[in-house]
Structures are given as structure tokens and as C-alpha cells.
């Protein structure tokens, strides 16, 4: 994470006094139109209410699964392994029954990809870690006055689409 991430985050938690507004948890499909994969992802998010038009989140992902597709003979697979995510979330009220929200944050995960071919037999594989700014936009529904579900799509550079759908609990 670098320090033009840090510095918003910090300045943000020094207004109030730190602490967790909302737990949450969520499950995202991550589209990649390039290479025709869709992975699926589970996430934990943390949010601190910085005031009732913006929040502070930071979110914890673990991958679930790999996805493959084929080139002729050679199958290549992909996962995410794990992630870190802070964003902030600007919407006209969160207090409201139903607040539209835009998400910019940033994100860094590892992912992990092999190919291998069936004749001849070859086998290659790779980890690495992607970073990016994200930008998003969302709905929060709330259920009564301590849960809330939301559903959001946002946007990295080489990344098409990603779908997220949870539950965000008041603590």
C-alpha cells in the first residue's frame, strides 16, 4: 500500500476516534472479458462510518476456486489467492432506507496462474501480486436497523467487471 492510500485513511480515522462501525461479509464473481475467466471471491469488510456521507472500508478477500479456459491444446488456470482492499464510499446518506453509493479505493492481491499441455506434457506455473485503484458504484438496502445488503459493481484496470453482493452488520 502506498502512501497516497495511507494518508487519506489516516486523515480520515483522526477526525473521530477509531472504531468499527459495520462487519460485513459478501461474495464477488470477478470478470476478465480478455481471457474469458470469471473467479469467484469471498470477502470480509470493515467499516468505520467517518460521517454519515462517507465511509471508510477495508476488505479482506480469500479466492474460492480457479477458472480455466483453453487455447487449442494449452489449458491455463487462474485464482486469486488473497486480498487487501481500502476504499472509501461516498453516497448522500447512508441512514436512508435505500443510498446509492460511488467506491475509490485500492487494492492489491495475489493471483496465481498455470498452463499445461497434454501432448507434449508440459506444466508451467506463477504467482505474483496485481495492484490497482478501484472505482465503483453501489445500492445499500437496509433490512431493519442493525443489517443492511448491498449489491456493487466496480472496475480495476485489466479487470472488466466485479459483481459484489453481501450483508453488512451494525456493531
Given at each position: 500500500?502506498?502512501?497516497?492510500?495511507?494518508?487519506?485513511?489516516?486523515?480520515?480515522?483522526?477526525?473521530?476516534?477509531?472504531?468499527?462501525?459495520?462487519?460485513?461479509?459478501?461474495?464477488?464473481?470477478?470478470?476478465?472479458?480478455?481471457?474469458?475467466?470469471?473467479?469467484?471471491?469471498?470477502?470480509?469488510?470493515?467499516?468505520?462510518?467517518?460521517?454519515?456521507?462517507?465511509?471508510?472500508?477495508?476488505?479482506?478477500?480469500?479466492?474460492?476456486?480457479?477458472?480455466?479456459?483453453?487455447?487449442?491444446?494449452v489449458?491455463?488456470?487462474?485464482?486469486?489467492?488473497?486480498?487487501?482492499?481500502?476504499?472509501?464510499?461516498?453516497?448522500?446518506g447512508?441512514?436512508?432506507?435505500?443510498?446509492?453509493?460511488?467506491?475509490?479505493?485500492?487494492?492489491?492481491?495475489?493471483?496465481?496462474?498455470?498452463s499445461?499441455?497434454?501432448?507434449?506434457?508440459?506444466?508451467?506455473?506463477?504467482?505474483?501480486?496485481?495492484?490497482?485503484?478501484?472505482?465503483?458504484?453501489?445500492?445499500?438496502?437496509?433490512?431493519?436497523?442493525?443489517?443492511?445488503?448491498?449489491?456493487?459493481?466496480?472496475?480495476?484496470?485489466?479487470?472488466?467487471?466485479?459483481?459484489?453482493?453481501?450483508?453488512?452488520?451494525?456493531?
Amino acid at each position: 500500500m502506498n502512501r497516497l492510500t495511507i494518508v487519506p485513511l489516516l486523515a480520515a480515522f483522526a477526525t473521530n476516534s477509531f472504531a468499527i462501525d459495520n462487519v460485513g461479509v459478501s461474495y464477488s464473481k470477478v470478470d476478465i472479458d480478455a481471457v474469458d475467466m470469471s473467479l469467484p471471491v469471498v470477502n470480509l469488510h470493515i467499516e468505520e462510518e467517518v460521517n454519515p456521507y462517507l465511509h471508510a472500508e477495508a476488505r479482506f478477500s480469500l479466492g474460492l476456486a480457479e477458472d480455466y479456459t483453453n487455447y487449442g491444446e494449452v489449458t491455463v488456470a487462474s485464482e486469486v489467492d488473497h486480498a487487501f482492499g481500502v476504499n472509501f464510499k461516498m453516497s448522500p446518506g447512508f441512514n436512508e432506507a435505500v443510498a446509492p453509493y460511488l467506491s475509490l479505493g485500492y487494492t492489491t492481491a495475489k493471483v496465481s496462474a498455470s498452463s499445461h499441455t497434454s501432448t507434449p506434457f508440459s506444466y508451467r506455473s506463477t504467482s505474483g501480486r496485481e495492484s490497482d485503484m478501484e472505482l465503483g458504484a453501489g445500492v445499500r438496502v437496509k433490512l431493519d436497523e442493525n443489517a443492511s445488503g448491498f449489491f456493487e459493481i466496480s472496475k480495476f484496470d485489466d479487470v472488466d467487471r466485479i459483481l459484489t453482493f453481501g450483508l453488512l452488520f451494525k456493531l
